[in-house]
């Protein structure tokens, strides 16, 4: 086995450091996270000459060592505790050619800890089209590092900074500054107080805790060591700041140039139409629709293509499984079916995300990020809260993997838990024929009543959304202590390579995570159906028999299907919480409806099909069957199961209730706890059901 060497890979936001990342290890690529954090811990290897390998880590974009983030602490912490696994034997800085002084100022902080440091400098092809000159081997001496020249766009210099990583031992780690000139009296007594330790981590990990609070992964002491306040502490940093660019500037004066005259003007140009007050809505709302419409029309065919193909598959298991039985019904019902509902989510989720990988990698999300936020943060949410939100009419399980973006987690968590109140595609179903059932057909200028009832829907999806955030905000005492800021990158063409790669890694995250809990469950949830606890169950052809007068070989068995359904576990469940929904205005049919949906919401009308003995209601000829039979469905006492009070009823409950199993795994996922998921799970029934007993009581 080769020997490995680890490289920590540090730049600031929008310096291209993904890119650099995607090109040093490609696909070799897996995603975790920090101990006892929610920060994602990406890692690659990266293969060098002889052997060697290179475990490369992609560290949050941090602007400097002075962290005012989860994210930026993460950098911090690893940097300052060599004992931990991670702790880099060489660390690359990725600057951008275009900012190279603001990128030096963490350059020089992370070289000042006397790490062996690269200095990469990306986008080089842009050099001559925007003017730019730089004296590599002046920089060189005068930062005492190796740079590499790197362009992942052209795929240049990649080749030269694995032969750098492999030299690493020969990267001076000769310091950029002496902090100590910025308060000699107060060095000097730290450096009393801590004769063994080097000063400029010493002075870190004293300004973390000012920062950020106290630093759990170090191994320095310092709780005896409190001779300045905070605010005189962050004055220190403010002189140290200025002290750097003082040397950042000495150095560029000599060691780069740059013709004014060969910029271009095109990005300010474009950003008057992209950000203004009006129009930049107007063509944010056009992409979106562009992107969604896209999302449909591409995903409907490869759905359908796996619909089709797991349903044959599952056919047949059943035929060519010798013996058949129960083991049979199990792989093909259960097994089968779980996994083709894992699968089916594949291409809304891959479109999804090369969508949003686009506009990021394009710049134009920053832009988005910008107009939108002054609109959300009202509501405790971030501008870029909006994307998830939206993308969520789709389908919730990519919007809530989208909420990555949002870097605060607060506001990352709350955009997590109201998304699901969007309208997504698979309460389409349900709306459909509850809508066709209880809403009168007639129009109202040119627009007919149940179109109005759809839009009205989806209108108030969105609008618990938001008040649900302005709650929460108010609950988890969401702070924003600082203006927003975000940086405002150059246009220009996504690279494909990392469009894939983000693609298939956001993809795969779905399938190996979130799939193993939604193939348990939907295990579960057929052992629910096809078993029961006694003779009903068993022999429910014998019940049948007594009590049909049907002469039609379809109608028996789908009697016998739902006899049986309703004396299966799951049949006794709904009979089970019948009292607990009939003040809703439902029976215990549509109460194993409600049950067996939480597998996906459109479940629901597949059950519902069943029970009212009408075969698959996927069928065109049935759809008219179904709405017939539920229109005819009535009490014992001969009143209607299905009136207007009980229509709009259900309507508001799968408006605003957790019914997919696949959003509460992916919500697991990306919170990494229980505690959300289920918190959110049982908010989101409640809200539900209060609604729709209001509904229910107001309107029978």
């Known amino acids: 086995m080769g020997k490995q060497l680890n490289v920590a890979l540090i730049g600031n936001p929008n310096t291209g450091k993904t890119s650099v990342f995607n090109a040093l290890t490609g696909l070799n690529q897996k995603v975790g996270n920090y101990p006892g954090i929610t920060v994602d811990k990406k890692q690659g290897v990266c293969k060098l000459s002889r052997g060697v390998k290179a475990n490369v880590l992609d560290l949050p974009g941090t602007y400097s060592l002075n962290a005012s983030s989860l994210d930026e602490n993460v950098v911090i912490e690893l940097l300052l505790n060599k004992n931990d696994k991670d702790y880099p034997d060489v660390a690359i800085i990725v600057s951008d050619v275009e900012t190279l002084k603001r990128n030096l100022l963490l350059f020089t902080q992370i070289k000042d800890l006397k790490i062996p440091t690269i200095l990469v400098i990306n986008m080089s092809d842009l050099m001559q089209r925007k003017g730019i000159e730089l004296d590599i081997k002046f920089l060189e001496a005068k930062l005492h590092t190796k740079i590499a020249l790197v362009s992942t766009r052209k795929n240049t210099g990649i080749e030269e900074l694995k032969v750098l990583i492999e030299g690493y031992k020969t990267i001076s780690k000769e310091v950029c500054l002496d902090t100590t000139l910025i308060d000699k009296e107060y060095f000097q007594s730290l450096q009393k107080a801590f004769p063994n330790q080097d000063i400029y981590k010493l002075w870190l990990v004293i300004t973390q805790d000012a920062n950020f609070g106290k630093i759990t992964r170090q191994e320095i002491d310092i709780s005896r060591f409190k001779t300045k306040s905070n605010q005189e502490l962050k004055r220190l940093q403010q002189q140290e700041a200025i002290k750097r660019y003082q040397f950042i500037n000495s150095i560029l004066k000599d060691g780069q140039t740059i013709d004014r005259s060969k910029a271009t003007d095109?990005?300010?140009?474009l950003d008057r139409i992209l950000i203004h007050k009006v129009w930049g809505y107007v063509i944010f709302f056009l992409v979106l629709?562009?992107?969604?419409?896209?999302?449909?029309?591409?995903?409907?065919?490869?759905?359908?293509?796996?619909?089709?193909?797991?349903?044959?598959?599952a056919e047949w298991v059943k035929s060519s499984f010798p013996g058949g039985g129960k083991i049979t019904d199990l792989v093909a019902?259960?097994?089968?079916?779980?996994?083709?509902?894992?699968?089916?989510?594949?291409?809304?989720?891959?479109?999804?995300?090369?969508?949003?990988?686009?506009l990021e990698e394009s710049g134009y999300m920053s832009r988005v990020v910008f107009l939108m936020d002054r609109v959300m943060r009202r509501y405790g949410l971030s501008g870029k809260s909006i994307v998830p939100l939206i993308s969520g009419t789709a389908c919730a399980i990519p919007a809530v993997m989208a909420t990555r973006n949002i870097e605060n987690w607060k506001e990352r968590l709350i955009t997590i838990l109201v998304v699901p109140f969007t309208t997504c595609s698979a309460r389409l179903p349900v709306y459909l024929i509850i809508i066709a059932l209880v809403i009168p057909e007639g129009s109202v200028i040119g627009l007919s009543y149940q179109a109005l009832t759809l839009m009205a829907l989806y209108l108030l999806g969105f609008a618990m959304a938001i008040f649900s955030a302005f709650v929460l905000d108010r609950v988890l005492k969401t702070k924003h202590k600082t203006f927003f800021v975000v940086e405002m990158p150059n246009y220009k063409l996504p690279l494909i390579k990392n469009v894939i790669i983000t693609v298939i890694e956001k993809t795969k995250t779905f399938v190996f995570e979130a799939g193993k809990i939604i193939l348990a469950i939907s295990v579960i949830l057929w052992i629910m159906a096809s078993y029961g606890p006694d003779d009903k169950f068993y022999n429910a052809e014998s019940y049948v028999k007594q009590s049909s007068e049907l002469q039609s070989?379809?109608?028996?068995?789908?009697?016998?299907?739902?006899?049986?359904?309703?004396?299966?576990?799951?049949?006794i469940v709904g009979k089970t919480i019948e009292p607990l929904i009939r003040p809703l205005g439902y029976d215990w049919k549509v109460g194993i409806g409600i049950v067996a949906s939480f597998a996906a919401r459109e479940v629901f009308v597949g059950t519902l099909a069943t029970i009212y003995s009408v075969g698959s209601a996927g069928e065109g000829e049935n759809i008219e069957t179904i709405k017939t039979k539920m229109a005819n469905e009535t009490y014992a006492d001969g009143t209607k199961v299905f009136t207007l009070a009980s229509g709009i009823s259900l309507l508001l409950f799968y408006a605003f209730a957790m019914q997919c199993m696949s959003t509460l795994a992916i919500v697991r996922r990306e919170t990494k706890t229980w505690k959300w998921p289920i918190l959110q799970l049982l908010g989101m029934t409640a809200i539900a059901y209060v609604c729709a007993l209001i509904a229910f009581q107001l309107l029978k």
Do not use: C
């Open 553 to 571: 070989t379809d109608d028996y068995n789908d009697q016998i299907a739902a006899y049986k359904l309703e004396h299966s576990y799951i049949g």
């Open 289 to 313: 629709l562009t992107i969604f419409q896209a999302i449909y029309d591409w995903a409907t065919l490869p759905m359908n293509l796996i619909d089709t193909n797991f349903a044959s598959l």
């Open 333 to 358: 019902e259960g097994i089968v079916s779980g996994i083709g509902g894992i699968v089916i989510f594949i291409p809304q989720i891959a479109f999804l995300f090369l969508f949003i990988s686009i």
């Open 266 to 269: 095109l990005r300010s140009k």
